[in-house]
């Protein structure tokens, strides 16, 4: 059973960072796509993040590049997004969610219609 777990969402004042982990069960990383959406209150669902099987793709969204590190940990089958220098607009619901097309690469990445399963979400506020 595939299941995503996402955690370490919160609240943070502006310039603050936070670290969001995606917990992956039922399938291995290194066969699987895994991407990082938000949505926020009245916008549509957007791709933040993505990361290819291999790990040598990746995708960042222009508003969060240079700010945003998606990294992952095969052993742990855990992708991590460390935020930093995070803005009241990155508040959202942060989604991970994993394609079995492992191979994507680039802007294919970021397309959410490839994406299998999702998780619950977790609530990032920026907010002084």
């Known amino acids: 059973q595939v299941q995503l777990v996402e955690s370490g969402g919160g609240l943070v004042q502006p310039g603050g960072s936070l670290r969001l982990s995606c917990a992956a069960s039922g399938f291995t990383l290194d066969q699987h796509a895994i991407g990082w959406f938000r949505q926020a209150p009245g916008k549509e669902r957007e791709a933040v993040s993505c990361?290819?099987?291999?790990?040598?793709?990746?995708y960042y969204a222009d508003s969060v590049k240079g700010r945003f590190t998606i990294s992952k940990d095969n052993a742990k089958n855990t992708v991590y997004l460390e935020m930093n220098s995070l803005r009241p607009e990155d508040t959202a619901v942060y989604y991970c969610?994993?394609?079995?097309?492992?191979?994507?690469?680039?802007?294919?990445?970021?397309?959410?219609?490839?994406?299998?399963?999702w998780g619950q979400g977790t609530q990032v506020t920026v907010s002084s």
């Open positions: 969610a994993s394609s079995p097309r492992g191979y994507l690469a680039g802007n294919y990445l970021a397309f959410p219609s490839l994406y299998d399963y």
């Open positions: 990361i290819n099987s291999s790990g040598l793709s990746t």
